[in-house]
T-cell receptor, first 113, second 115 residues
């Protein structure tokens, strides 16, 4: 039973560029959440997708956007990259109503130079 | 808004000994979940233990147990018989279910287990 798969594992981008991160949820899960984890910090909630719609959003600017596909996989897009966007981006999947049963991926390490 | 505080940036313990990691939180909610997650160098967040606020009994998972003090808003993790594989970052997290479902994390405690 595959867990949560994220790609790529590492990424280096230049300021001002755009980036797309991908996530495949655990089998049987239909809800995907994205978190940003800056170095030395706990993860911060970006947004959650369910039934291909953004269900809720954290305190992140509109430069951060996402998408969920019919197969429940998801993408996180970040436009106009800033140095401060450098972080580990974690994807977590779950299945309502038991959303306390999150399964996390190993993340994508994004470095903005 | 809910907040989670972990006041111990780093802890160390000798193999086979017991260590306790502290966590406090602030909320006006009555029904919520609390979690401890482990993040090893592989970066994947792994659920260690979960506590439902409406349950008075403290959760236990093998060598891991919690001391949940609802009135004091305290949620500590005790690791017994520490093993080298327990070396990792440990995060305390809060969630209000069936509404927001988002996890609110503390800043983490780095635990080092020495042989």
């Amino acid at each position: 039973d595959a867990g949560v798969t994220q790609s790529p594992t590492h990424l280096i981008k230049t300021r001002g560029q755009q980036v797309t991160l991908r996530c495949s949820p655990k089998s049987g899960h239909d809800t995907v959440s994205w978190y940003q984890q800056a170095l030395g910090q706990g993860p911060q909630f970006i947004f959650q997708y369910y039934e291909e719609e953004e269900r809720q959003r954290g305190n992140f600017p509109d430069r951060f956007s996402g998408h969920q596909f019919p197969n429940y996989s998801s993408e996180l897009n970040v436009n106009a990259l800033l140095l401060g966007d450098s972080a580990l981006y974690l994807c977590a999947s779950s299945r309502p109503p038991e959303n306390y049963g999150y399964t996390f991926g190993s993340g994508t390490r994004l470095t903005v130079v | 808004a809910q907040t989670v505080t972990q006041s111990q940036p780093e802890m160390s313990v000798q193999e086979a000994e017991t260590v306790t990691l502290s966590c406090t939180y602030d909320t006006s909610e009555n029904n919520y979940y609390l979690f401890w997650y482990k993040q090893p160098p592989s970066r994947q967040m792994i659920l260690v233990i979960r506590q439902e606020a409406y349950k008075q009994q403290n959760a236990t998972e093998n060598r891991f147990s919690v001391n949940f003090q609802k009135a004091a808003k305290s949620f500590s993790l005790k690791i017994s018989d520490s093993q080298l594989g327990d070396t990792a970052m440990y995060f305390c997290a809060f969630m209000k279910p069936y509404n927001t479902d988002k996890l609110i994390f503390g800043t983490g405690t780095r635990l080092q287990v020495f042989p």
